[in-house]
């Protein structure tokens, strides 16, 4: 089992920045994809950013590309979402997600363990 616990959710202005963390625990996630998904009010759950288990290639959607940068410290068992340029529809609960498998895939259905979510709420 891999327990996520995302942390550095807030509230933030428009055009600020947020850097979100999720730890894991239980076991290691080297070897795993991780990703960080959304859900924003009345809104499916959607992809947002991943990254495979050695942190090359990372993906992001289109909406967060060239604003949001997703990295991994295996060392300390965490990933990072860092979030810049924040506009009011980037307002969502953040979820981390782990997949048994070393590479991304954008389909939430595809990542055996999430964490709670983190509120963002960005100001306009």
């Known amino acids: 089992q891999v327990q996520l616990v995302e942390s550095g959710g807030g509230l933030v202005q428009a055009g600020g920045s947020l850097r979100l963390a999720c730890a894991a625990s239980?076991?290691?996630?080297?070897?795993?994809?991780m990703g960080w998904f959304r859900q924003a009010p009345g809104k499916e759950r959607e992809f947002a950013a991943g990254?495979?288990?050695?942190?090359?290639?990372?993906s992001y959607a289109d909406s967060v590309k060239g604003r949001f940068t997703i990295s991994r410290d295996n060392t300390k068992n965490t990933v990072y979402l860092e979030m810049n340029s924040l506009k009011p529809e980037d307002t969502a609960v953040y979820y981390c997600a782990a997949r048994l498998n070393p590479f991304v895939t954008r389909r939430a259905n595809e990542y055996e363990f999430w964490g709670q979510g983190t509120q963002v709420t960005v100001s306009s």
């Open positions: 239980g076991r290691t996630v080297n070897n795993y994809a």
């Open positions: 990254s495979n288990w050695n942190g090359g290639s990372p």
